[in-house]
């Protein structure tokens, strides 16, 4: 009997799937028809001029409609958090009783307190509102979420009635409309320009195929849904301080999937939970999605959930709750990428998939009511634990420097004052593993305190897991992200009196000039992190550089390093005075001392000796629409926005003209279909005297088209004779490297390593490429160790197959060098500690000599 129910109602369904038109939808298409709505609240309609779902809402419209409501409603208060790279505002509305508004402050501060153990008893829950964060559409060519926010801020603010009113009064719901503004902008203007009259379903056309880099990610391309952790993006940073402010106890995060799939929400897959997510947060989202389920059965919505999706990266929306003292809840909702679109599931039409994202944020709604009082015992019992497991913890302490780079401590230092993680100076120098960390160059994190999760998440090396397979990364250790000196504080080492000024405000490091001004010439090394950016601040003024290829030392014996950067004050085409100038700018911004030198007389090699190579200005040309968008989006960002350095972004079909004759540098991420003649064509370039610089998958394009002679080598798969047919794709995918952490080595010598002052560089490795090593050890500039892996998950046959492989090889071509950077440098903006590698492949790969480029 159930079955030929359920039968009847999908028939109807799909029915009224194929029937619905633009002129016959109507807002009670989505509405819930057993309550009255107050007709002084504007509906969507009249204020963007169009029912949701007719078209794609534009940010400035949904930011219209938001400022509506919010001003017609005594329910809703709305505030401008911040703005995007593109200047669009992020906007964020409490949604609650109005009597529970004139208490906010005093609502906010007492749930802020029930994260802190030592306090938390001192609040009764059960007289206290849960608090719901629905958060939008953070792909935004996954639109249905923001088009739904419209909904719910309706929904909110005009729904009438006794269950309504208890509603509020027992919740605080926050609503982000749109996570990512100017990505949500791209896609609606691409689906809205491309909108027949007549909707045409058919996949082909252009309203279902948006072109590169599309409208997934935000204006340098990141994907802003991987940033929850790292937070290197304005639009995270501004969310992330109000989730702290806040600590909600349900986080929905509304996506959109394939268009022949249905609908998912969590929990994922049982065996791909982080560790650190205690057991009860998966036991209470699935009883949340209780709440979801019977919510779609309502509308004979298709769903799914424990599987595909999982809780592991805490870098994502839905599992960063989940180390915070909340519920993370991802909704997936098939996609019609545009108005309409056919489907294995009939003709996928854009309102229903709005319709079921509004149904599950009133389903997380209800729940949120339902359970307050088990969310809120659970957050606070939730701190509470943390510092017992941090009692039980073998380590108590991290600490952790970069010597000779303030800059990368001081970024570090950054992401833990954005998670709200305390940390302090050192009281004293403290000795460890033959490093001193000293109270003005270091930083001690105690584990025992209330955000001990989001500290083991962060630091931690874990390379053992239930399960194999990964929907995002494995491994994402942050001091060895940032390559810095770092000890895990055992109890024999650590001690709360070697705590000394906790650290509140965090000003950036600041260079100073040693010796004062010079006649004869300055110089900085190239270990700070700006340094790249001074020198291109320099040479973009015309002042002539040079750049070391050996060591040499001062009168006052200071040793300088490979890559020192000496600036000679005679011959400039600036004043003595105003390059002093300069300089002053320059250790004011960059975190760089800069020595001044009086005699060319020097220790080692001469100032004026051949060892000292004059610097070229880079002219960088940043290869898009081709390969991964994030990728080459991650260069663009590291240029523009770190180094202050223009990088053209050229279009792949550029390549064959004259065109690229103005660059020196060219950087490729991914594999390009060119032509014979544009192939010959960056053959030219090269001989010429270009730089092309590739990773990743780039690094094997490189070679598959005989512009390197470097031989790609794959691990050989385990037999499959014992994997069942419903077992292949998982089968498949175990044969990846998912994404981790590994130790390679650099010869310190070579150009490409300058800056570094450590042999062990850790870096990050996602895919196959995998590099056998040149016979000549001067090619390999960078290799693999043979015990690499430090954190994240790989296979037995791809680890034995990367011991001592290739992670940097620079090949000669003509006149010009072609580096091959196997391992991404630049990884989710965070990766600090290979961001050099690239600077160094712009700056210097011109250097290396042919008898090292193989």
Sequence with gaps: MINKRLQVLLIGLLFALNTLNAQDL???????????????????????????????????????????????????????IGTTHEGRTQLLLTVTHPINHIGIDKIRSDHSWLTYPNEADKFDVKKMPAVVYMGY?????????????????????????????????????????SFNP??????????????????????????????????????????????????????????????????PNILTDHHEMGTNSTFFFQPGVPSRTHPLTPKLNQEMTGKIGEYHAKALDSIGSLYYTKEGYDDFYYGKGSTFPDINGGMGILFEQASSRGHAQESANGILRFPFTVRNQFTTSLS??????????????????????????????????????????????????????????????????????????????????????RNYKIIKAMFEQRTTF?????????????????????HEMSSRDYGRNQLGEKVDILPFPKGEIIGGQSNYAYAFE??????????????????????????????????????????????????????????????????????????????????????????????????????????IGEVWHLLDTRMNMLATKLQANRLGSNAIDRYNSIVITGSLN??????????????????????????????RNKLTNLKTIRAEAPSAEEISYDQITNYVRGQNIPGGVYMSELDLSHPMSFGYYNENLPTFRRGNTIIEPSESKFANPGKYTDSPLISGWISDANLETLKGTSTIRVSALGSGRIVSLVDNPNFRAFWYGTNKLMMNAIFFGRLVNRVSAQ
């Design 137 to 177: 559409s953070i792909h935004g060519n996954e639109p249905s979420g923001s088009n739904a926010s419209m909904l719910m801020a309706y929904y909110m603010a005009a729904a009438q009635g006794p269950e309504i009113d208890n509603a509020l009064r027992n919740t605080v719901v926050l609503i982000d409309p």
């Design 26 to 80: 109507k807002l009670d298409y989505y509405l819930p028809d057993n309550v009255q709505y107050n007709p002084d609240i504007p509906t969507p309609k009249s204020v963007i001029g169009h029912e949701v779902g007719e078209w794609h809402i534009t940010h400035d419209k949904l930011v219209m409609y938001m400022k509506a409501v919010a001003a017609a409603s005594e329910r809703i208060t709305i505030e401008e």
């Design 466 to 486: 239930e399960d194999s397979l990964f929907y995002d990364i494995s491994g994402w250790t942050y001091p060895m992200a940032f390559n810095m000196e770092y």
């Design 674 to 703: 060119l032509s014979e003649g544009a192939m010959n064509n960056l053959k030219r370039w090269i001989r010429n005297g270009g730089t092309l610089i590739g990773t990743g998958s780039a690094v094997g394009w490189m070679s």
């Design 182 to 247: 100017d990505g949500l902008t791209r896609f609606s203007t691409w689906a809205n320009m491309h909108k027949s009259k007549n909707v045409n379903p058919d996949p082909n056309d252009r309203e279902y195929r948006e072109v590169w880099p599309g409208g997934r990610t935000n204006h340098y391309w990141f994907d802003l849904n991987r940033d929850w952790l790292p937070v290197q993006q304005p639009e995270s940073r501004n969310r992330i301080t109000k989730y702290h402010q806040w600590k």
């Design 526 to 631: 190239w270990h700070g992190y700006y340094a790249p950016r001074a020198a291109n601040k320099l040479l973009s003024k015309g002042v002539r550089l040079k750049v070391s290829t050996n060591k040499f030392t001062d009168e006052n014996k200071k040793e300088f390093d490979r890559g020192t950067i000496l600036i000679p004050v005679a011959g400039q085409s600036v004043s003595s005075f105003d390059l002093f100038e300069m300089m002053k700018k320059i250790v004011d911004t960059d975190a760089l001392d800069i020595y001044a030198l009086n005699t060319g007389l020097t220790g080692g090699v001469s100032l004026g000796s051949n060892s000292f190579v004059t610097l070229e200005k880079p002219e960088v040309a940043l290869v898009v629409e081709a390969g991964s968008s994030s990728d």
């Design 364 to 449: 997380t709604w209800s729940a949120a009511v339902a359970m307050r009082v088990e969310l809120l015992e659970y957050q606070k019992d939730f701190y509470k634990r943390a510092l017992r497991e941090a009692d039980g913890d073998s380590h108590k302490a991290y600490i952790f420097k970069a010597e000779k780079d303030p800059a990368r401590t001081y970024h570090l230092a950054e992401i833990l004052a954005r998670q709200e993680i305390d940390f302090y100076r050192p009281s004293r120098r403290i000795r460890l593993d033959g490093e001193e960390y000293m109270p003005d160059n270091s930083y001690i994190i105690p584990l025992k305190q």
